[in-house]
Nanobody, 117 residues
């Protein structure tokens, strides 16, 4: 079973930065796509950023220019660098990876990010 473990969340003041990590139990080359999502209280889970099977990186409009999604293949880890954080970025952040061969999507357990003064 593929396991994903997120870390790096916490409490940060508006304008601050955090880096989220997502360690994957298998080689990330095994997967066709990967992404970061977030779910704020009372709202549906929404895409923050993803890397698609053709290698493109996409960002939600609300985070463009502030967040960066990158990967370290040697560590089987993906990251979400978050800068200029706003209170509306407060949410539980989840990473996922997609296997088109197995037709499965795997999720981590989530990490809480709270942006507050």
């Amino acid at each position: 079973q593929v396991q994903l473990v997120e870390s790096g969340g916490g409490l940060v003041q508006p304008g601050g930065s955090l880096r989220l990590s997502c360690a994957v139990s298998e080689s990330i080359f095994s997967f066709n796509a990967m992404g970061w999502y977030r779910q704020a209280p009372g709202k549906q889970r929404a895409l923050v950023a993803d890397i698609t099977s053709d290698g493109r990186t996409n960002y939600a409009d609300s985070v463009k220019g502030r967040f960066t999604f990158f990967r370290d293949n040697t560590k089987n880890t993906v990251y979400l660098e978050m800068n200029s954080l706003k209170p509306e970025d407060t949410a539980v952040y989840y990473c996922n990876v997609v296997s088109e061969v197995l037709k499965r999507t795997y999720w981590g357990q989530g990490t809480q990010v709270t942006v507050s003064a």
